[in-house]
């Protein structure tokens, strides 16, 4: 089976550009996380999607940042505009619904801020 | 907010060496992942640990669930250059949504030298 799938792998923008993140889940995954992973702060939950609607977007950083799922099989993480303190690897996972606090993780897209 | 520590935050030894690493909160979790991450890619799960004093071995590798459900050890044997890399703990919350949130500790990247 393929894992999670992420595009783009790299991201460089420059500041004010909107950016796309995309990520395809693990197919019969009913859960989907975006996170985001700095050296300085680490690996943080910014929003998770179950059956496709947000649960919880708490960890979103502010009104720039939004989350879609339109589809089981396709989910986007846009930053409009983009500012250069947004830099870092933005990871995809899904899980299970019997098994929710498993997670597998995409490889992550590297986005640079310039 | 929950936080999991761990220690230490660097770990550089020999081949062939033991080492433990640390994960450590005030907050009880209905379960604990392990992952390890390496360069240029996403998490990968190693383990899940449920019950309190609960006790995995995966080759090498040895986790541990505190009795309380609040810490967790790794432990590695006769560690190898291929166990280098970012290890993280990660505790899971149930979401009265009926979700499962992970919260991740702050990593141990373990350097093993040949």
């Known amino acids: 089976d393929a894992g999670v799938i992420q595009s783009p792998r790299h991201e460089v923008t420059e500041m004010g550009q909107e950016v796309t993140l995309r990520c395809k889940p693990i197919?019969?995954?009913?859960?989907l996380f975006w996170y985001r992973q700095t050296m300085m702060r680490g690996l943080e939950l910014l929003i998770y999607?179950?059956?496709?609607?947000?649960?919880?977007d708490s960890g979103m950083p502010e009104d720039r940042f939004s989350a879609k799922m339109p589809n089981a099989s396709f989910s986007t993480l846009k930053i409009q505009p983009s500012e250069p303190r947004d830099s870092a690897v933005y990871f995809c996972?899904?899980?299970?619904?019997?098994?929710?606090?498993?997670?597998?993780f995409g490889p992550g897209t590297r986005l640079t801020v310039t | 907010t929950q936080l999991l520590e761990q220690s230490p935050q660097f770990l550089s030894i020999q081949e062939g060496e033991n080492l433990t690493v640390y994960c450590n909160s005030s907050?009880?979790?209905?379960?604990l992942q392990w992952y390890r991450q390496e360069p240029g890619e996403g998490p990968v799960l190693l383990v899940t640990?449920?019950?309190?004093?609960e006790v995995k071995k995966l080759k090498r590798l040895t986790f541990q669930f505190g009795d309380a459900r609040k810490d967790s050890s790794l432990h590695i044997t006769a560690a190898q250059t291929g166990d280098t890399g970012l290890y993280l703990c990660?505790?899971?919350?149930?979401?009265?949504?009926?979700?499962?949130?992970?919260?991740f500790g702050g990593g141990t990247r373990l350097m093993v030298k040949p």
């Open positions: 996972a899904s899980s299970r619904v019997f098994r929710p606090y498993e997670q597998y």
């Open positions: 197919s019969g995954h009913n859960s």
């Open positions: 999607f179950n059956n496709n609607v947000p649960i919880d």
């Open positions: 907050s009880v979790f209905s379960s």
């Open positions: 640990v449920v019950t309190g004093g």
């Open positions: 990660a505790g899971a919350t149930m979401n009265n949504n009926a979700g499962n949130m992970l919260t």
